[in-house]
């Protein structure tokens, strides 16, 4: 038996060698455009087939599935489908910038809805395609190969008069590397060719003020800002592009009202107008978007228009802000300049491919000029030939009637006249016709025309300046026949975040006139409530209710608060309420960041324009008084303002402007009062230990603290809901008696501790173990006694219940 003989390889070798050829393919065959053309190899064979088949701009529409089986059965061996879709494209007018193609039938939509069947539709050359692609074909400016099987030749590139790839764009995805290219305008582009060939060393700048950016068949905003030049100087960048949207007043009818309404005309390229219109729907459904009442598409043949109707009090910049922000309308376009040139990928900016198609153009007019003079002096030299034997005729029939056969007579012409073959063939080939006068004159006219151009075509060959003049002279008849205005509107000098500043501030004056306060709430929510509803909120005051969300923090809504947060373990971080006032929202982890939501002690607001100090107090005693510096109020980072150590927290902590007096509250009761006036109590660094206000016994623990004004009233609140009233003139100051004012009529039970202390301009809202909460105003309790020592104990807790959270809230007056 015959024992086959197998090599042996390197599977690692064959894998390389295999992959490599595949990608290769691909990135050459498939997925990038060629420089010069700006066409992918399926588009390249689609124009081809159809030139082929004749369907030129005035010949009547063919059935697309004629072109499709062209284009397989002759050069492209792949997918139907594939070289359909590649079709369609080439038709919609929403996809390209300038179709090649135009069609007769349902080729798709904005809404993204498929194309009817390919033997439906049907196609032929757009006049754009046929002139600037297709007319100089058959004049030897490109090279052929042969196709798949060889059986037909192919052009390796089209003639391309004008570079395709920046008016239509392009984009692929091939292994390991990707194309997305934009469409400009035609009438941009010309200038700046025209601009590059008329100066070589033309700068940059004024490059990009001749094309000033993408255009995009769909519309839409550019905001032109240093990305776009990014993009056009390094070939690859990130531009933004929006919608565009307006406002309008609806009149819904007789005798209804007026309503606000936001129209959108035009939505960022290759976006879908059904999918936004979904997607929109979904966000204001699930409360993402507010201010929304309804959304309809009524959208004809005349343009897009989906009308999003408002709500009555909602805030229209607010609105276009939001959907700008949080969908599609607004969207960035990721550019690379990726196309091959001479088969190979390359990266180019907008300056080197324009100076790239500039040499492919002036090669293919070079190739074209070469042609027509080949045929030009063809043409000549048959006419002189011709000439020659007119003028004495009688001796060329002497020679033609005493030859033997049609070889002997051009010998003997060619002998006799100092013919050519070529000549000599037509002399013998000359109807009777040409020895008119008529004719013979015609001749010399003809003589001469032609002999003009041979010196025209070579003049035109010898001199680059010449053929420059006419590449020029050739862009401006194109751009005066296919350039349209521009659809996607520049902005210029748009700074989007100044923009969104300007929207907040606007939603901020708003929000200020109606006396919004901000509150954070028990869950880590971070909400408005407009004044009225504010008031509201303390209809319930001094009743206890089921499972109410109890607020940890409250304040005005003013341009100068800044609102930071305490951690027990020293950490203050600032909140970001400002850029997220548009919306409710959680101070979560992504917010938070390295902050544990457990740890956190409290939070405070105060004006960034006043001096301001932050006071903290530790588990041992210890007392920090830290002033806001410049750094600290500028700053969003979180910072540390105390290193403690040996499981020592801070327990409280506020902000102090004009206060005059603290008081310290242990666990046992004790008192402790100070002036806190810089000359008593002396600003430290963040970096100090802070100062030891009060020595505790050994199980004593400091539960409170708070600033006060002389002759306020100052109320304590234990665990188990017992309710103490002090008037603050009674307390001597701790610098008096270093043991601190213990008052027998606070003394409580050992299963009781306090928890709270604050003075009378306040509010409490407490929570209990058992998911009952209250927000209390002492000041409208009714005391036990004449003395205000002992409040009534209102609350009636039940058995083994007690106060879990307790969170005091400043009084205001509007």
Known sequence: ???????????????????????????????????????????????????????????????????????????????????????????????????????????????????????????????????????????????????????????????????????NGSSGIAVGMATNIPPHNLGEIIDGLIALVENKEISNKKLFNLIKGPDFPTGGELICNKAVEELYDTGKGSITIRGIIKTEELNLGKGKHKKNALIVTELPYQISKAGWIEKLAELVNSGKINGISDIRDESDRDGMRIVIELKKDSNNELVISNLYKKTTLQTNFGAIFLALINGKPVQLNLKQYLNYFIEFREETIRKRTNY??????????????????????????????????????KSKLIDSFYLSGKQA?????????KLTNLERHQINIDIKKLQEKKYYFQELLNERKLLLNLLIEELLILKKKYNVKRKTKLL???????????????????????????????????????????????????????????????????????????????KVFHVDWESNINNDFKLDNKILGNID???????????????????????????????????????????TIAKLKNNIKIIDSFIANNEKNLIILTSIGRLFKFNLSNEFLSPTSKQSQGLMLAKLFPTEKIVSFCPYQNGDIIYIISKKGKIFCLNSNEIYYANE?????????????????????????????????????????????NSKSNNKNFLIDFLKLDNGEYLENCFKHEKFLN
Do not use: W
Not at 559 to 564: A, N, R, T, W
Not at 601 to 617: A, E, G, I, P, R
């Open 1 to 167: 038996m015959y024992k086959k003989k197998y090599t042996s390889i390197s599977l690692q070798e064959e894998m390389q060698r295999s992959y490599l050829e595949y990608a290769m393919s691909v990135i050459v065959g498939r997925a990038l455009p060629d420089a010069r053309d700006g066409l992918k190899p399926v588009q390249r064979r689609i124009l081809f087939a159809m030139y082929e088949l004749g369907l030129t701009p005035d010949r009547p529409f063919r059935k697309c599935a004629r072109v499709v089986g062209d284009v397989l059965g002759k050069y492209h061996p792949h997918g139907d489908q594939a070289v359909y879709d590649a079709l369609v494209r080439l038709v919609q007018s929403f996809s390209t910038k300038y179709p090649t193609l135009d069609g007769h039938g349902n080729f798709g939509s904005v809404d993204n809805d498929p194309p009817a069947a390919m033997r439906y539709t049907e196609t032929r050359l757009a006049p754009i395609a046929h002139q600037c692609f297709l007319e100089e074909i058959g004049s030897e400016t490109v090279n052929f190969s042969n196709n798949f099987d060889g059986s037909q030749k192919e052009p390796d590139v089209l003639p391309a008069q004008l570079p395709f790839l920046l008016l």
């Open 372 to 409: 027509f003079l080949k045929n030009t002096l063809e043409k000549l030299e048959i006419l002189e030939g011709l000439s020659k034997a007119t003028k004495d005729i009688k001796k060329v029939i002497e020679i033609i009637e005493d030859s033997e056969n049609a070889v002997e007579a």
């Open 425 to 433: 063939n037509s002399v013998l080939d000359m109807p009777l016709k």
């Open 492 to 570: 210029r000098n748009i700074d989007q975040n100044q923009e969104l500043k300007t929207i907040n501030n606007q939603i901020l004056e708003e929000l200020i006139n109606k006396k919004t306060k901000l509150f954070i709430d028990n869950r880590l929510y971070l909400k408005k409530m407009i004044f009225n509803n504010y008031k509201k909120s303390f209809e319930d005051i001094n009743k206890i209710i089921d499972n109410r969300n109890i607020q940890k923090f409250i304040c005005r809504i003013d341009k100068d608060v800044k609102i930071i947060g305490i951690t027990s373990s020293g």
């Open 597 to 639: 939501p457990n740890e956190i002690v409290n939070f405070h607001s105060f004006k960034k324009s006043t001096k301001n100090y932050l006071c903290v107090l530790n588990t041992d005693g210890r007392f920090k008084k830290i002033i806001f510096d410049e750094n600290m109020l500028k700053s969003n980072r979180s910072f």
């Open 737 to 781: 008696c270093s043991l601190g004012y213990l008052n027998e009529k606070t003394q409580l039970k050992n299963d009781d501790l306090f928890i709270k202390i604050l003075p009378s301009n306040h509010y409490l809202d407490i929570e209990t173990n058992k998911n009952k909460s209250a927000r209390l105003d002492f000041d409208k309790l």
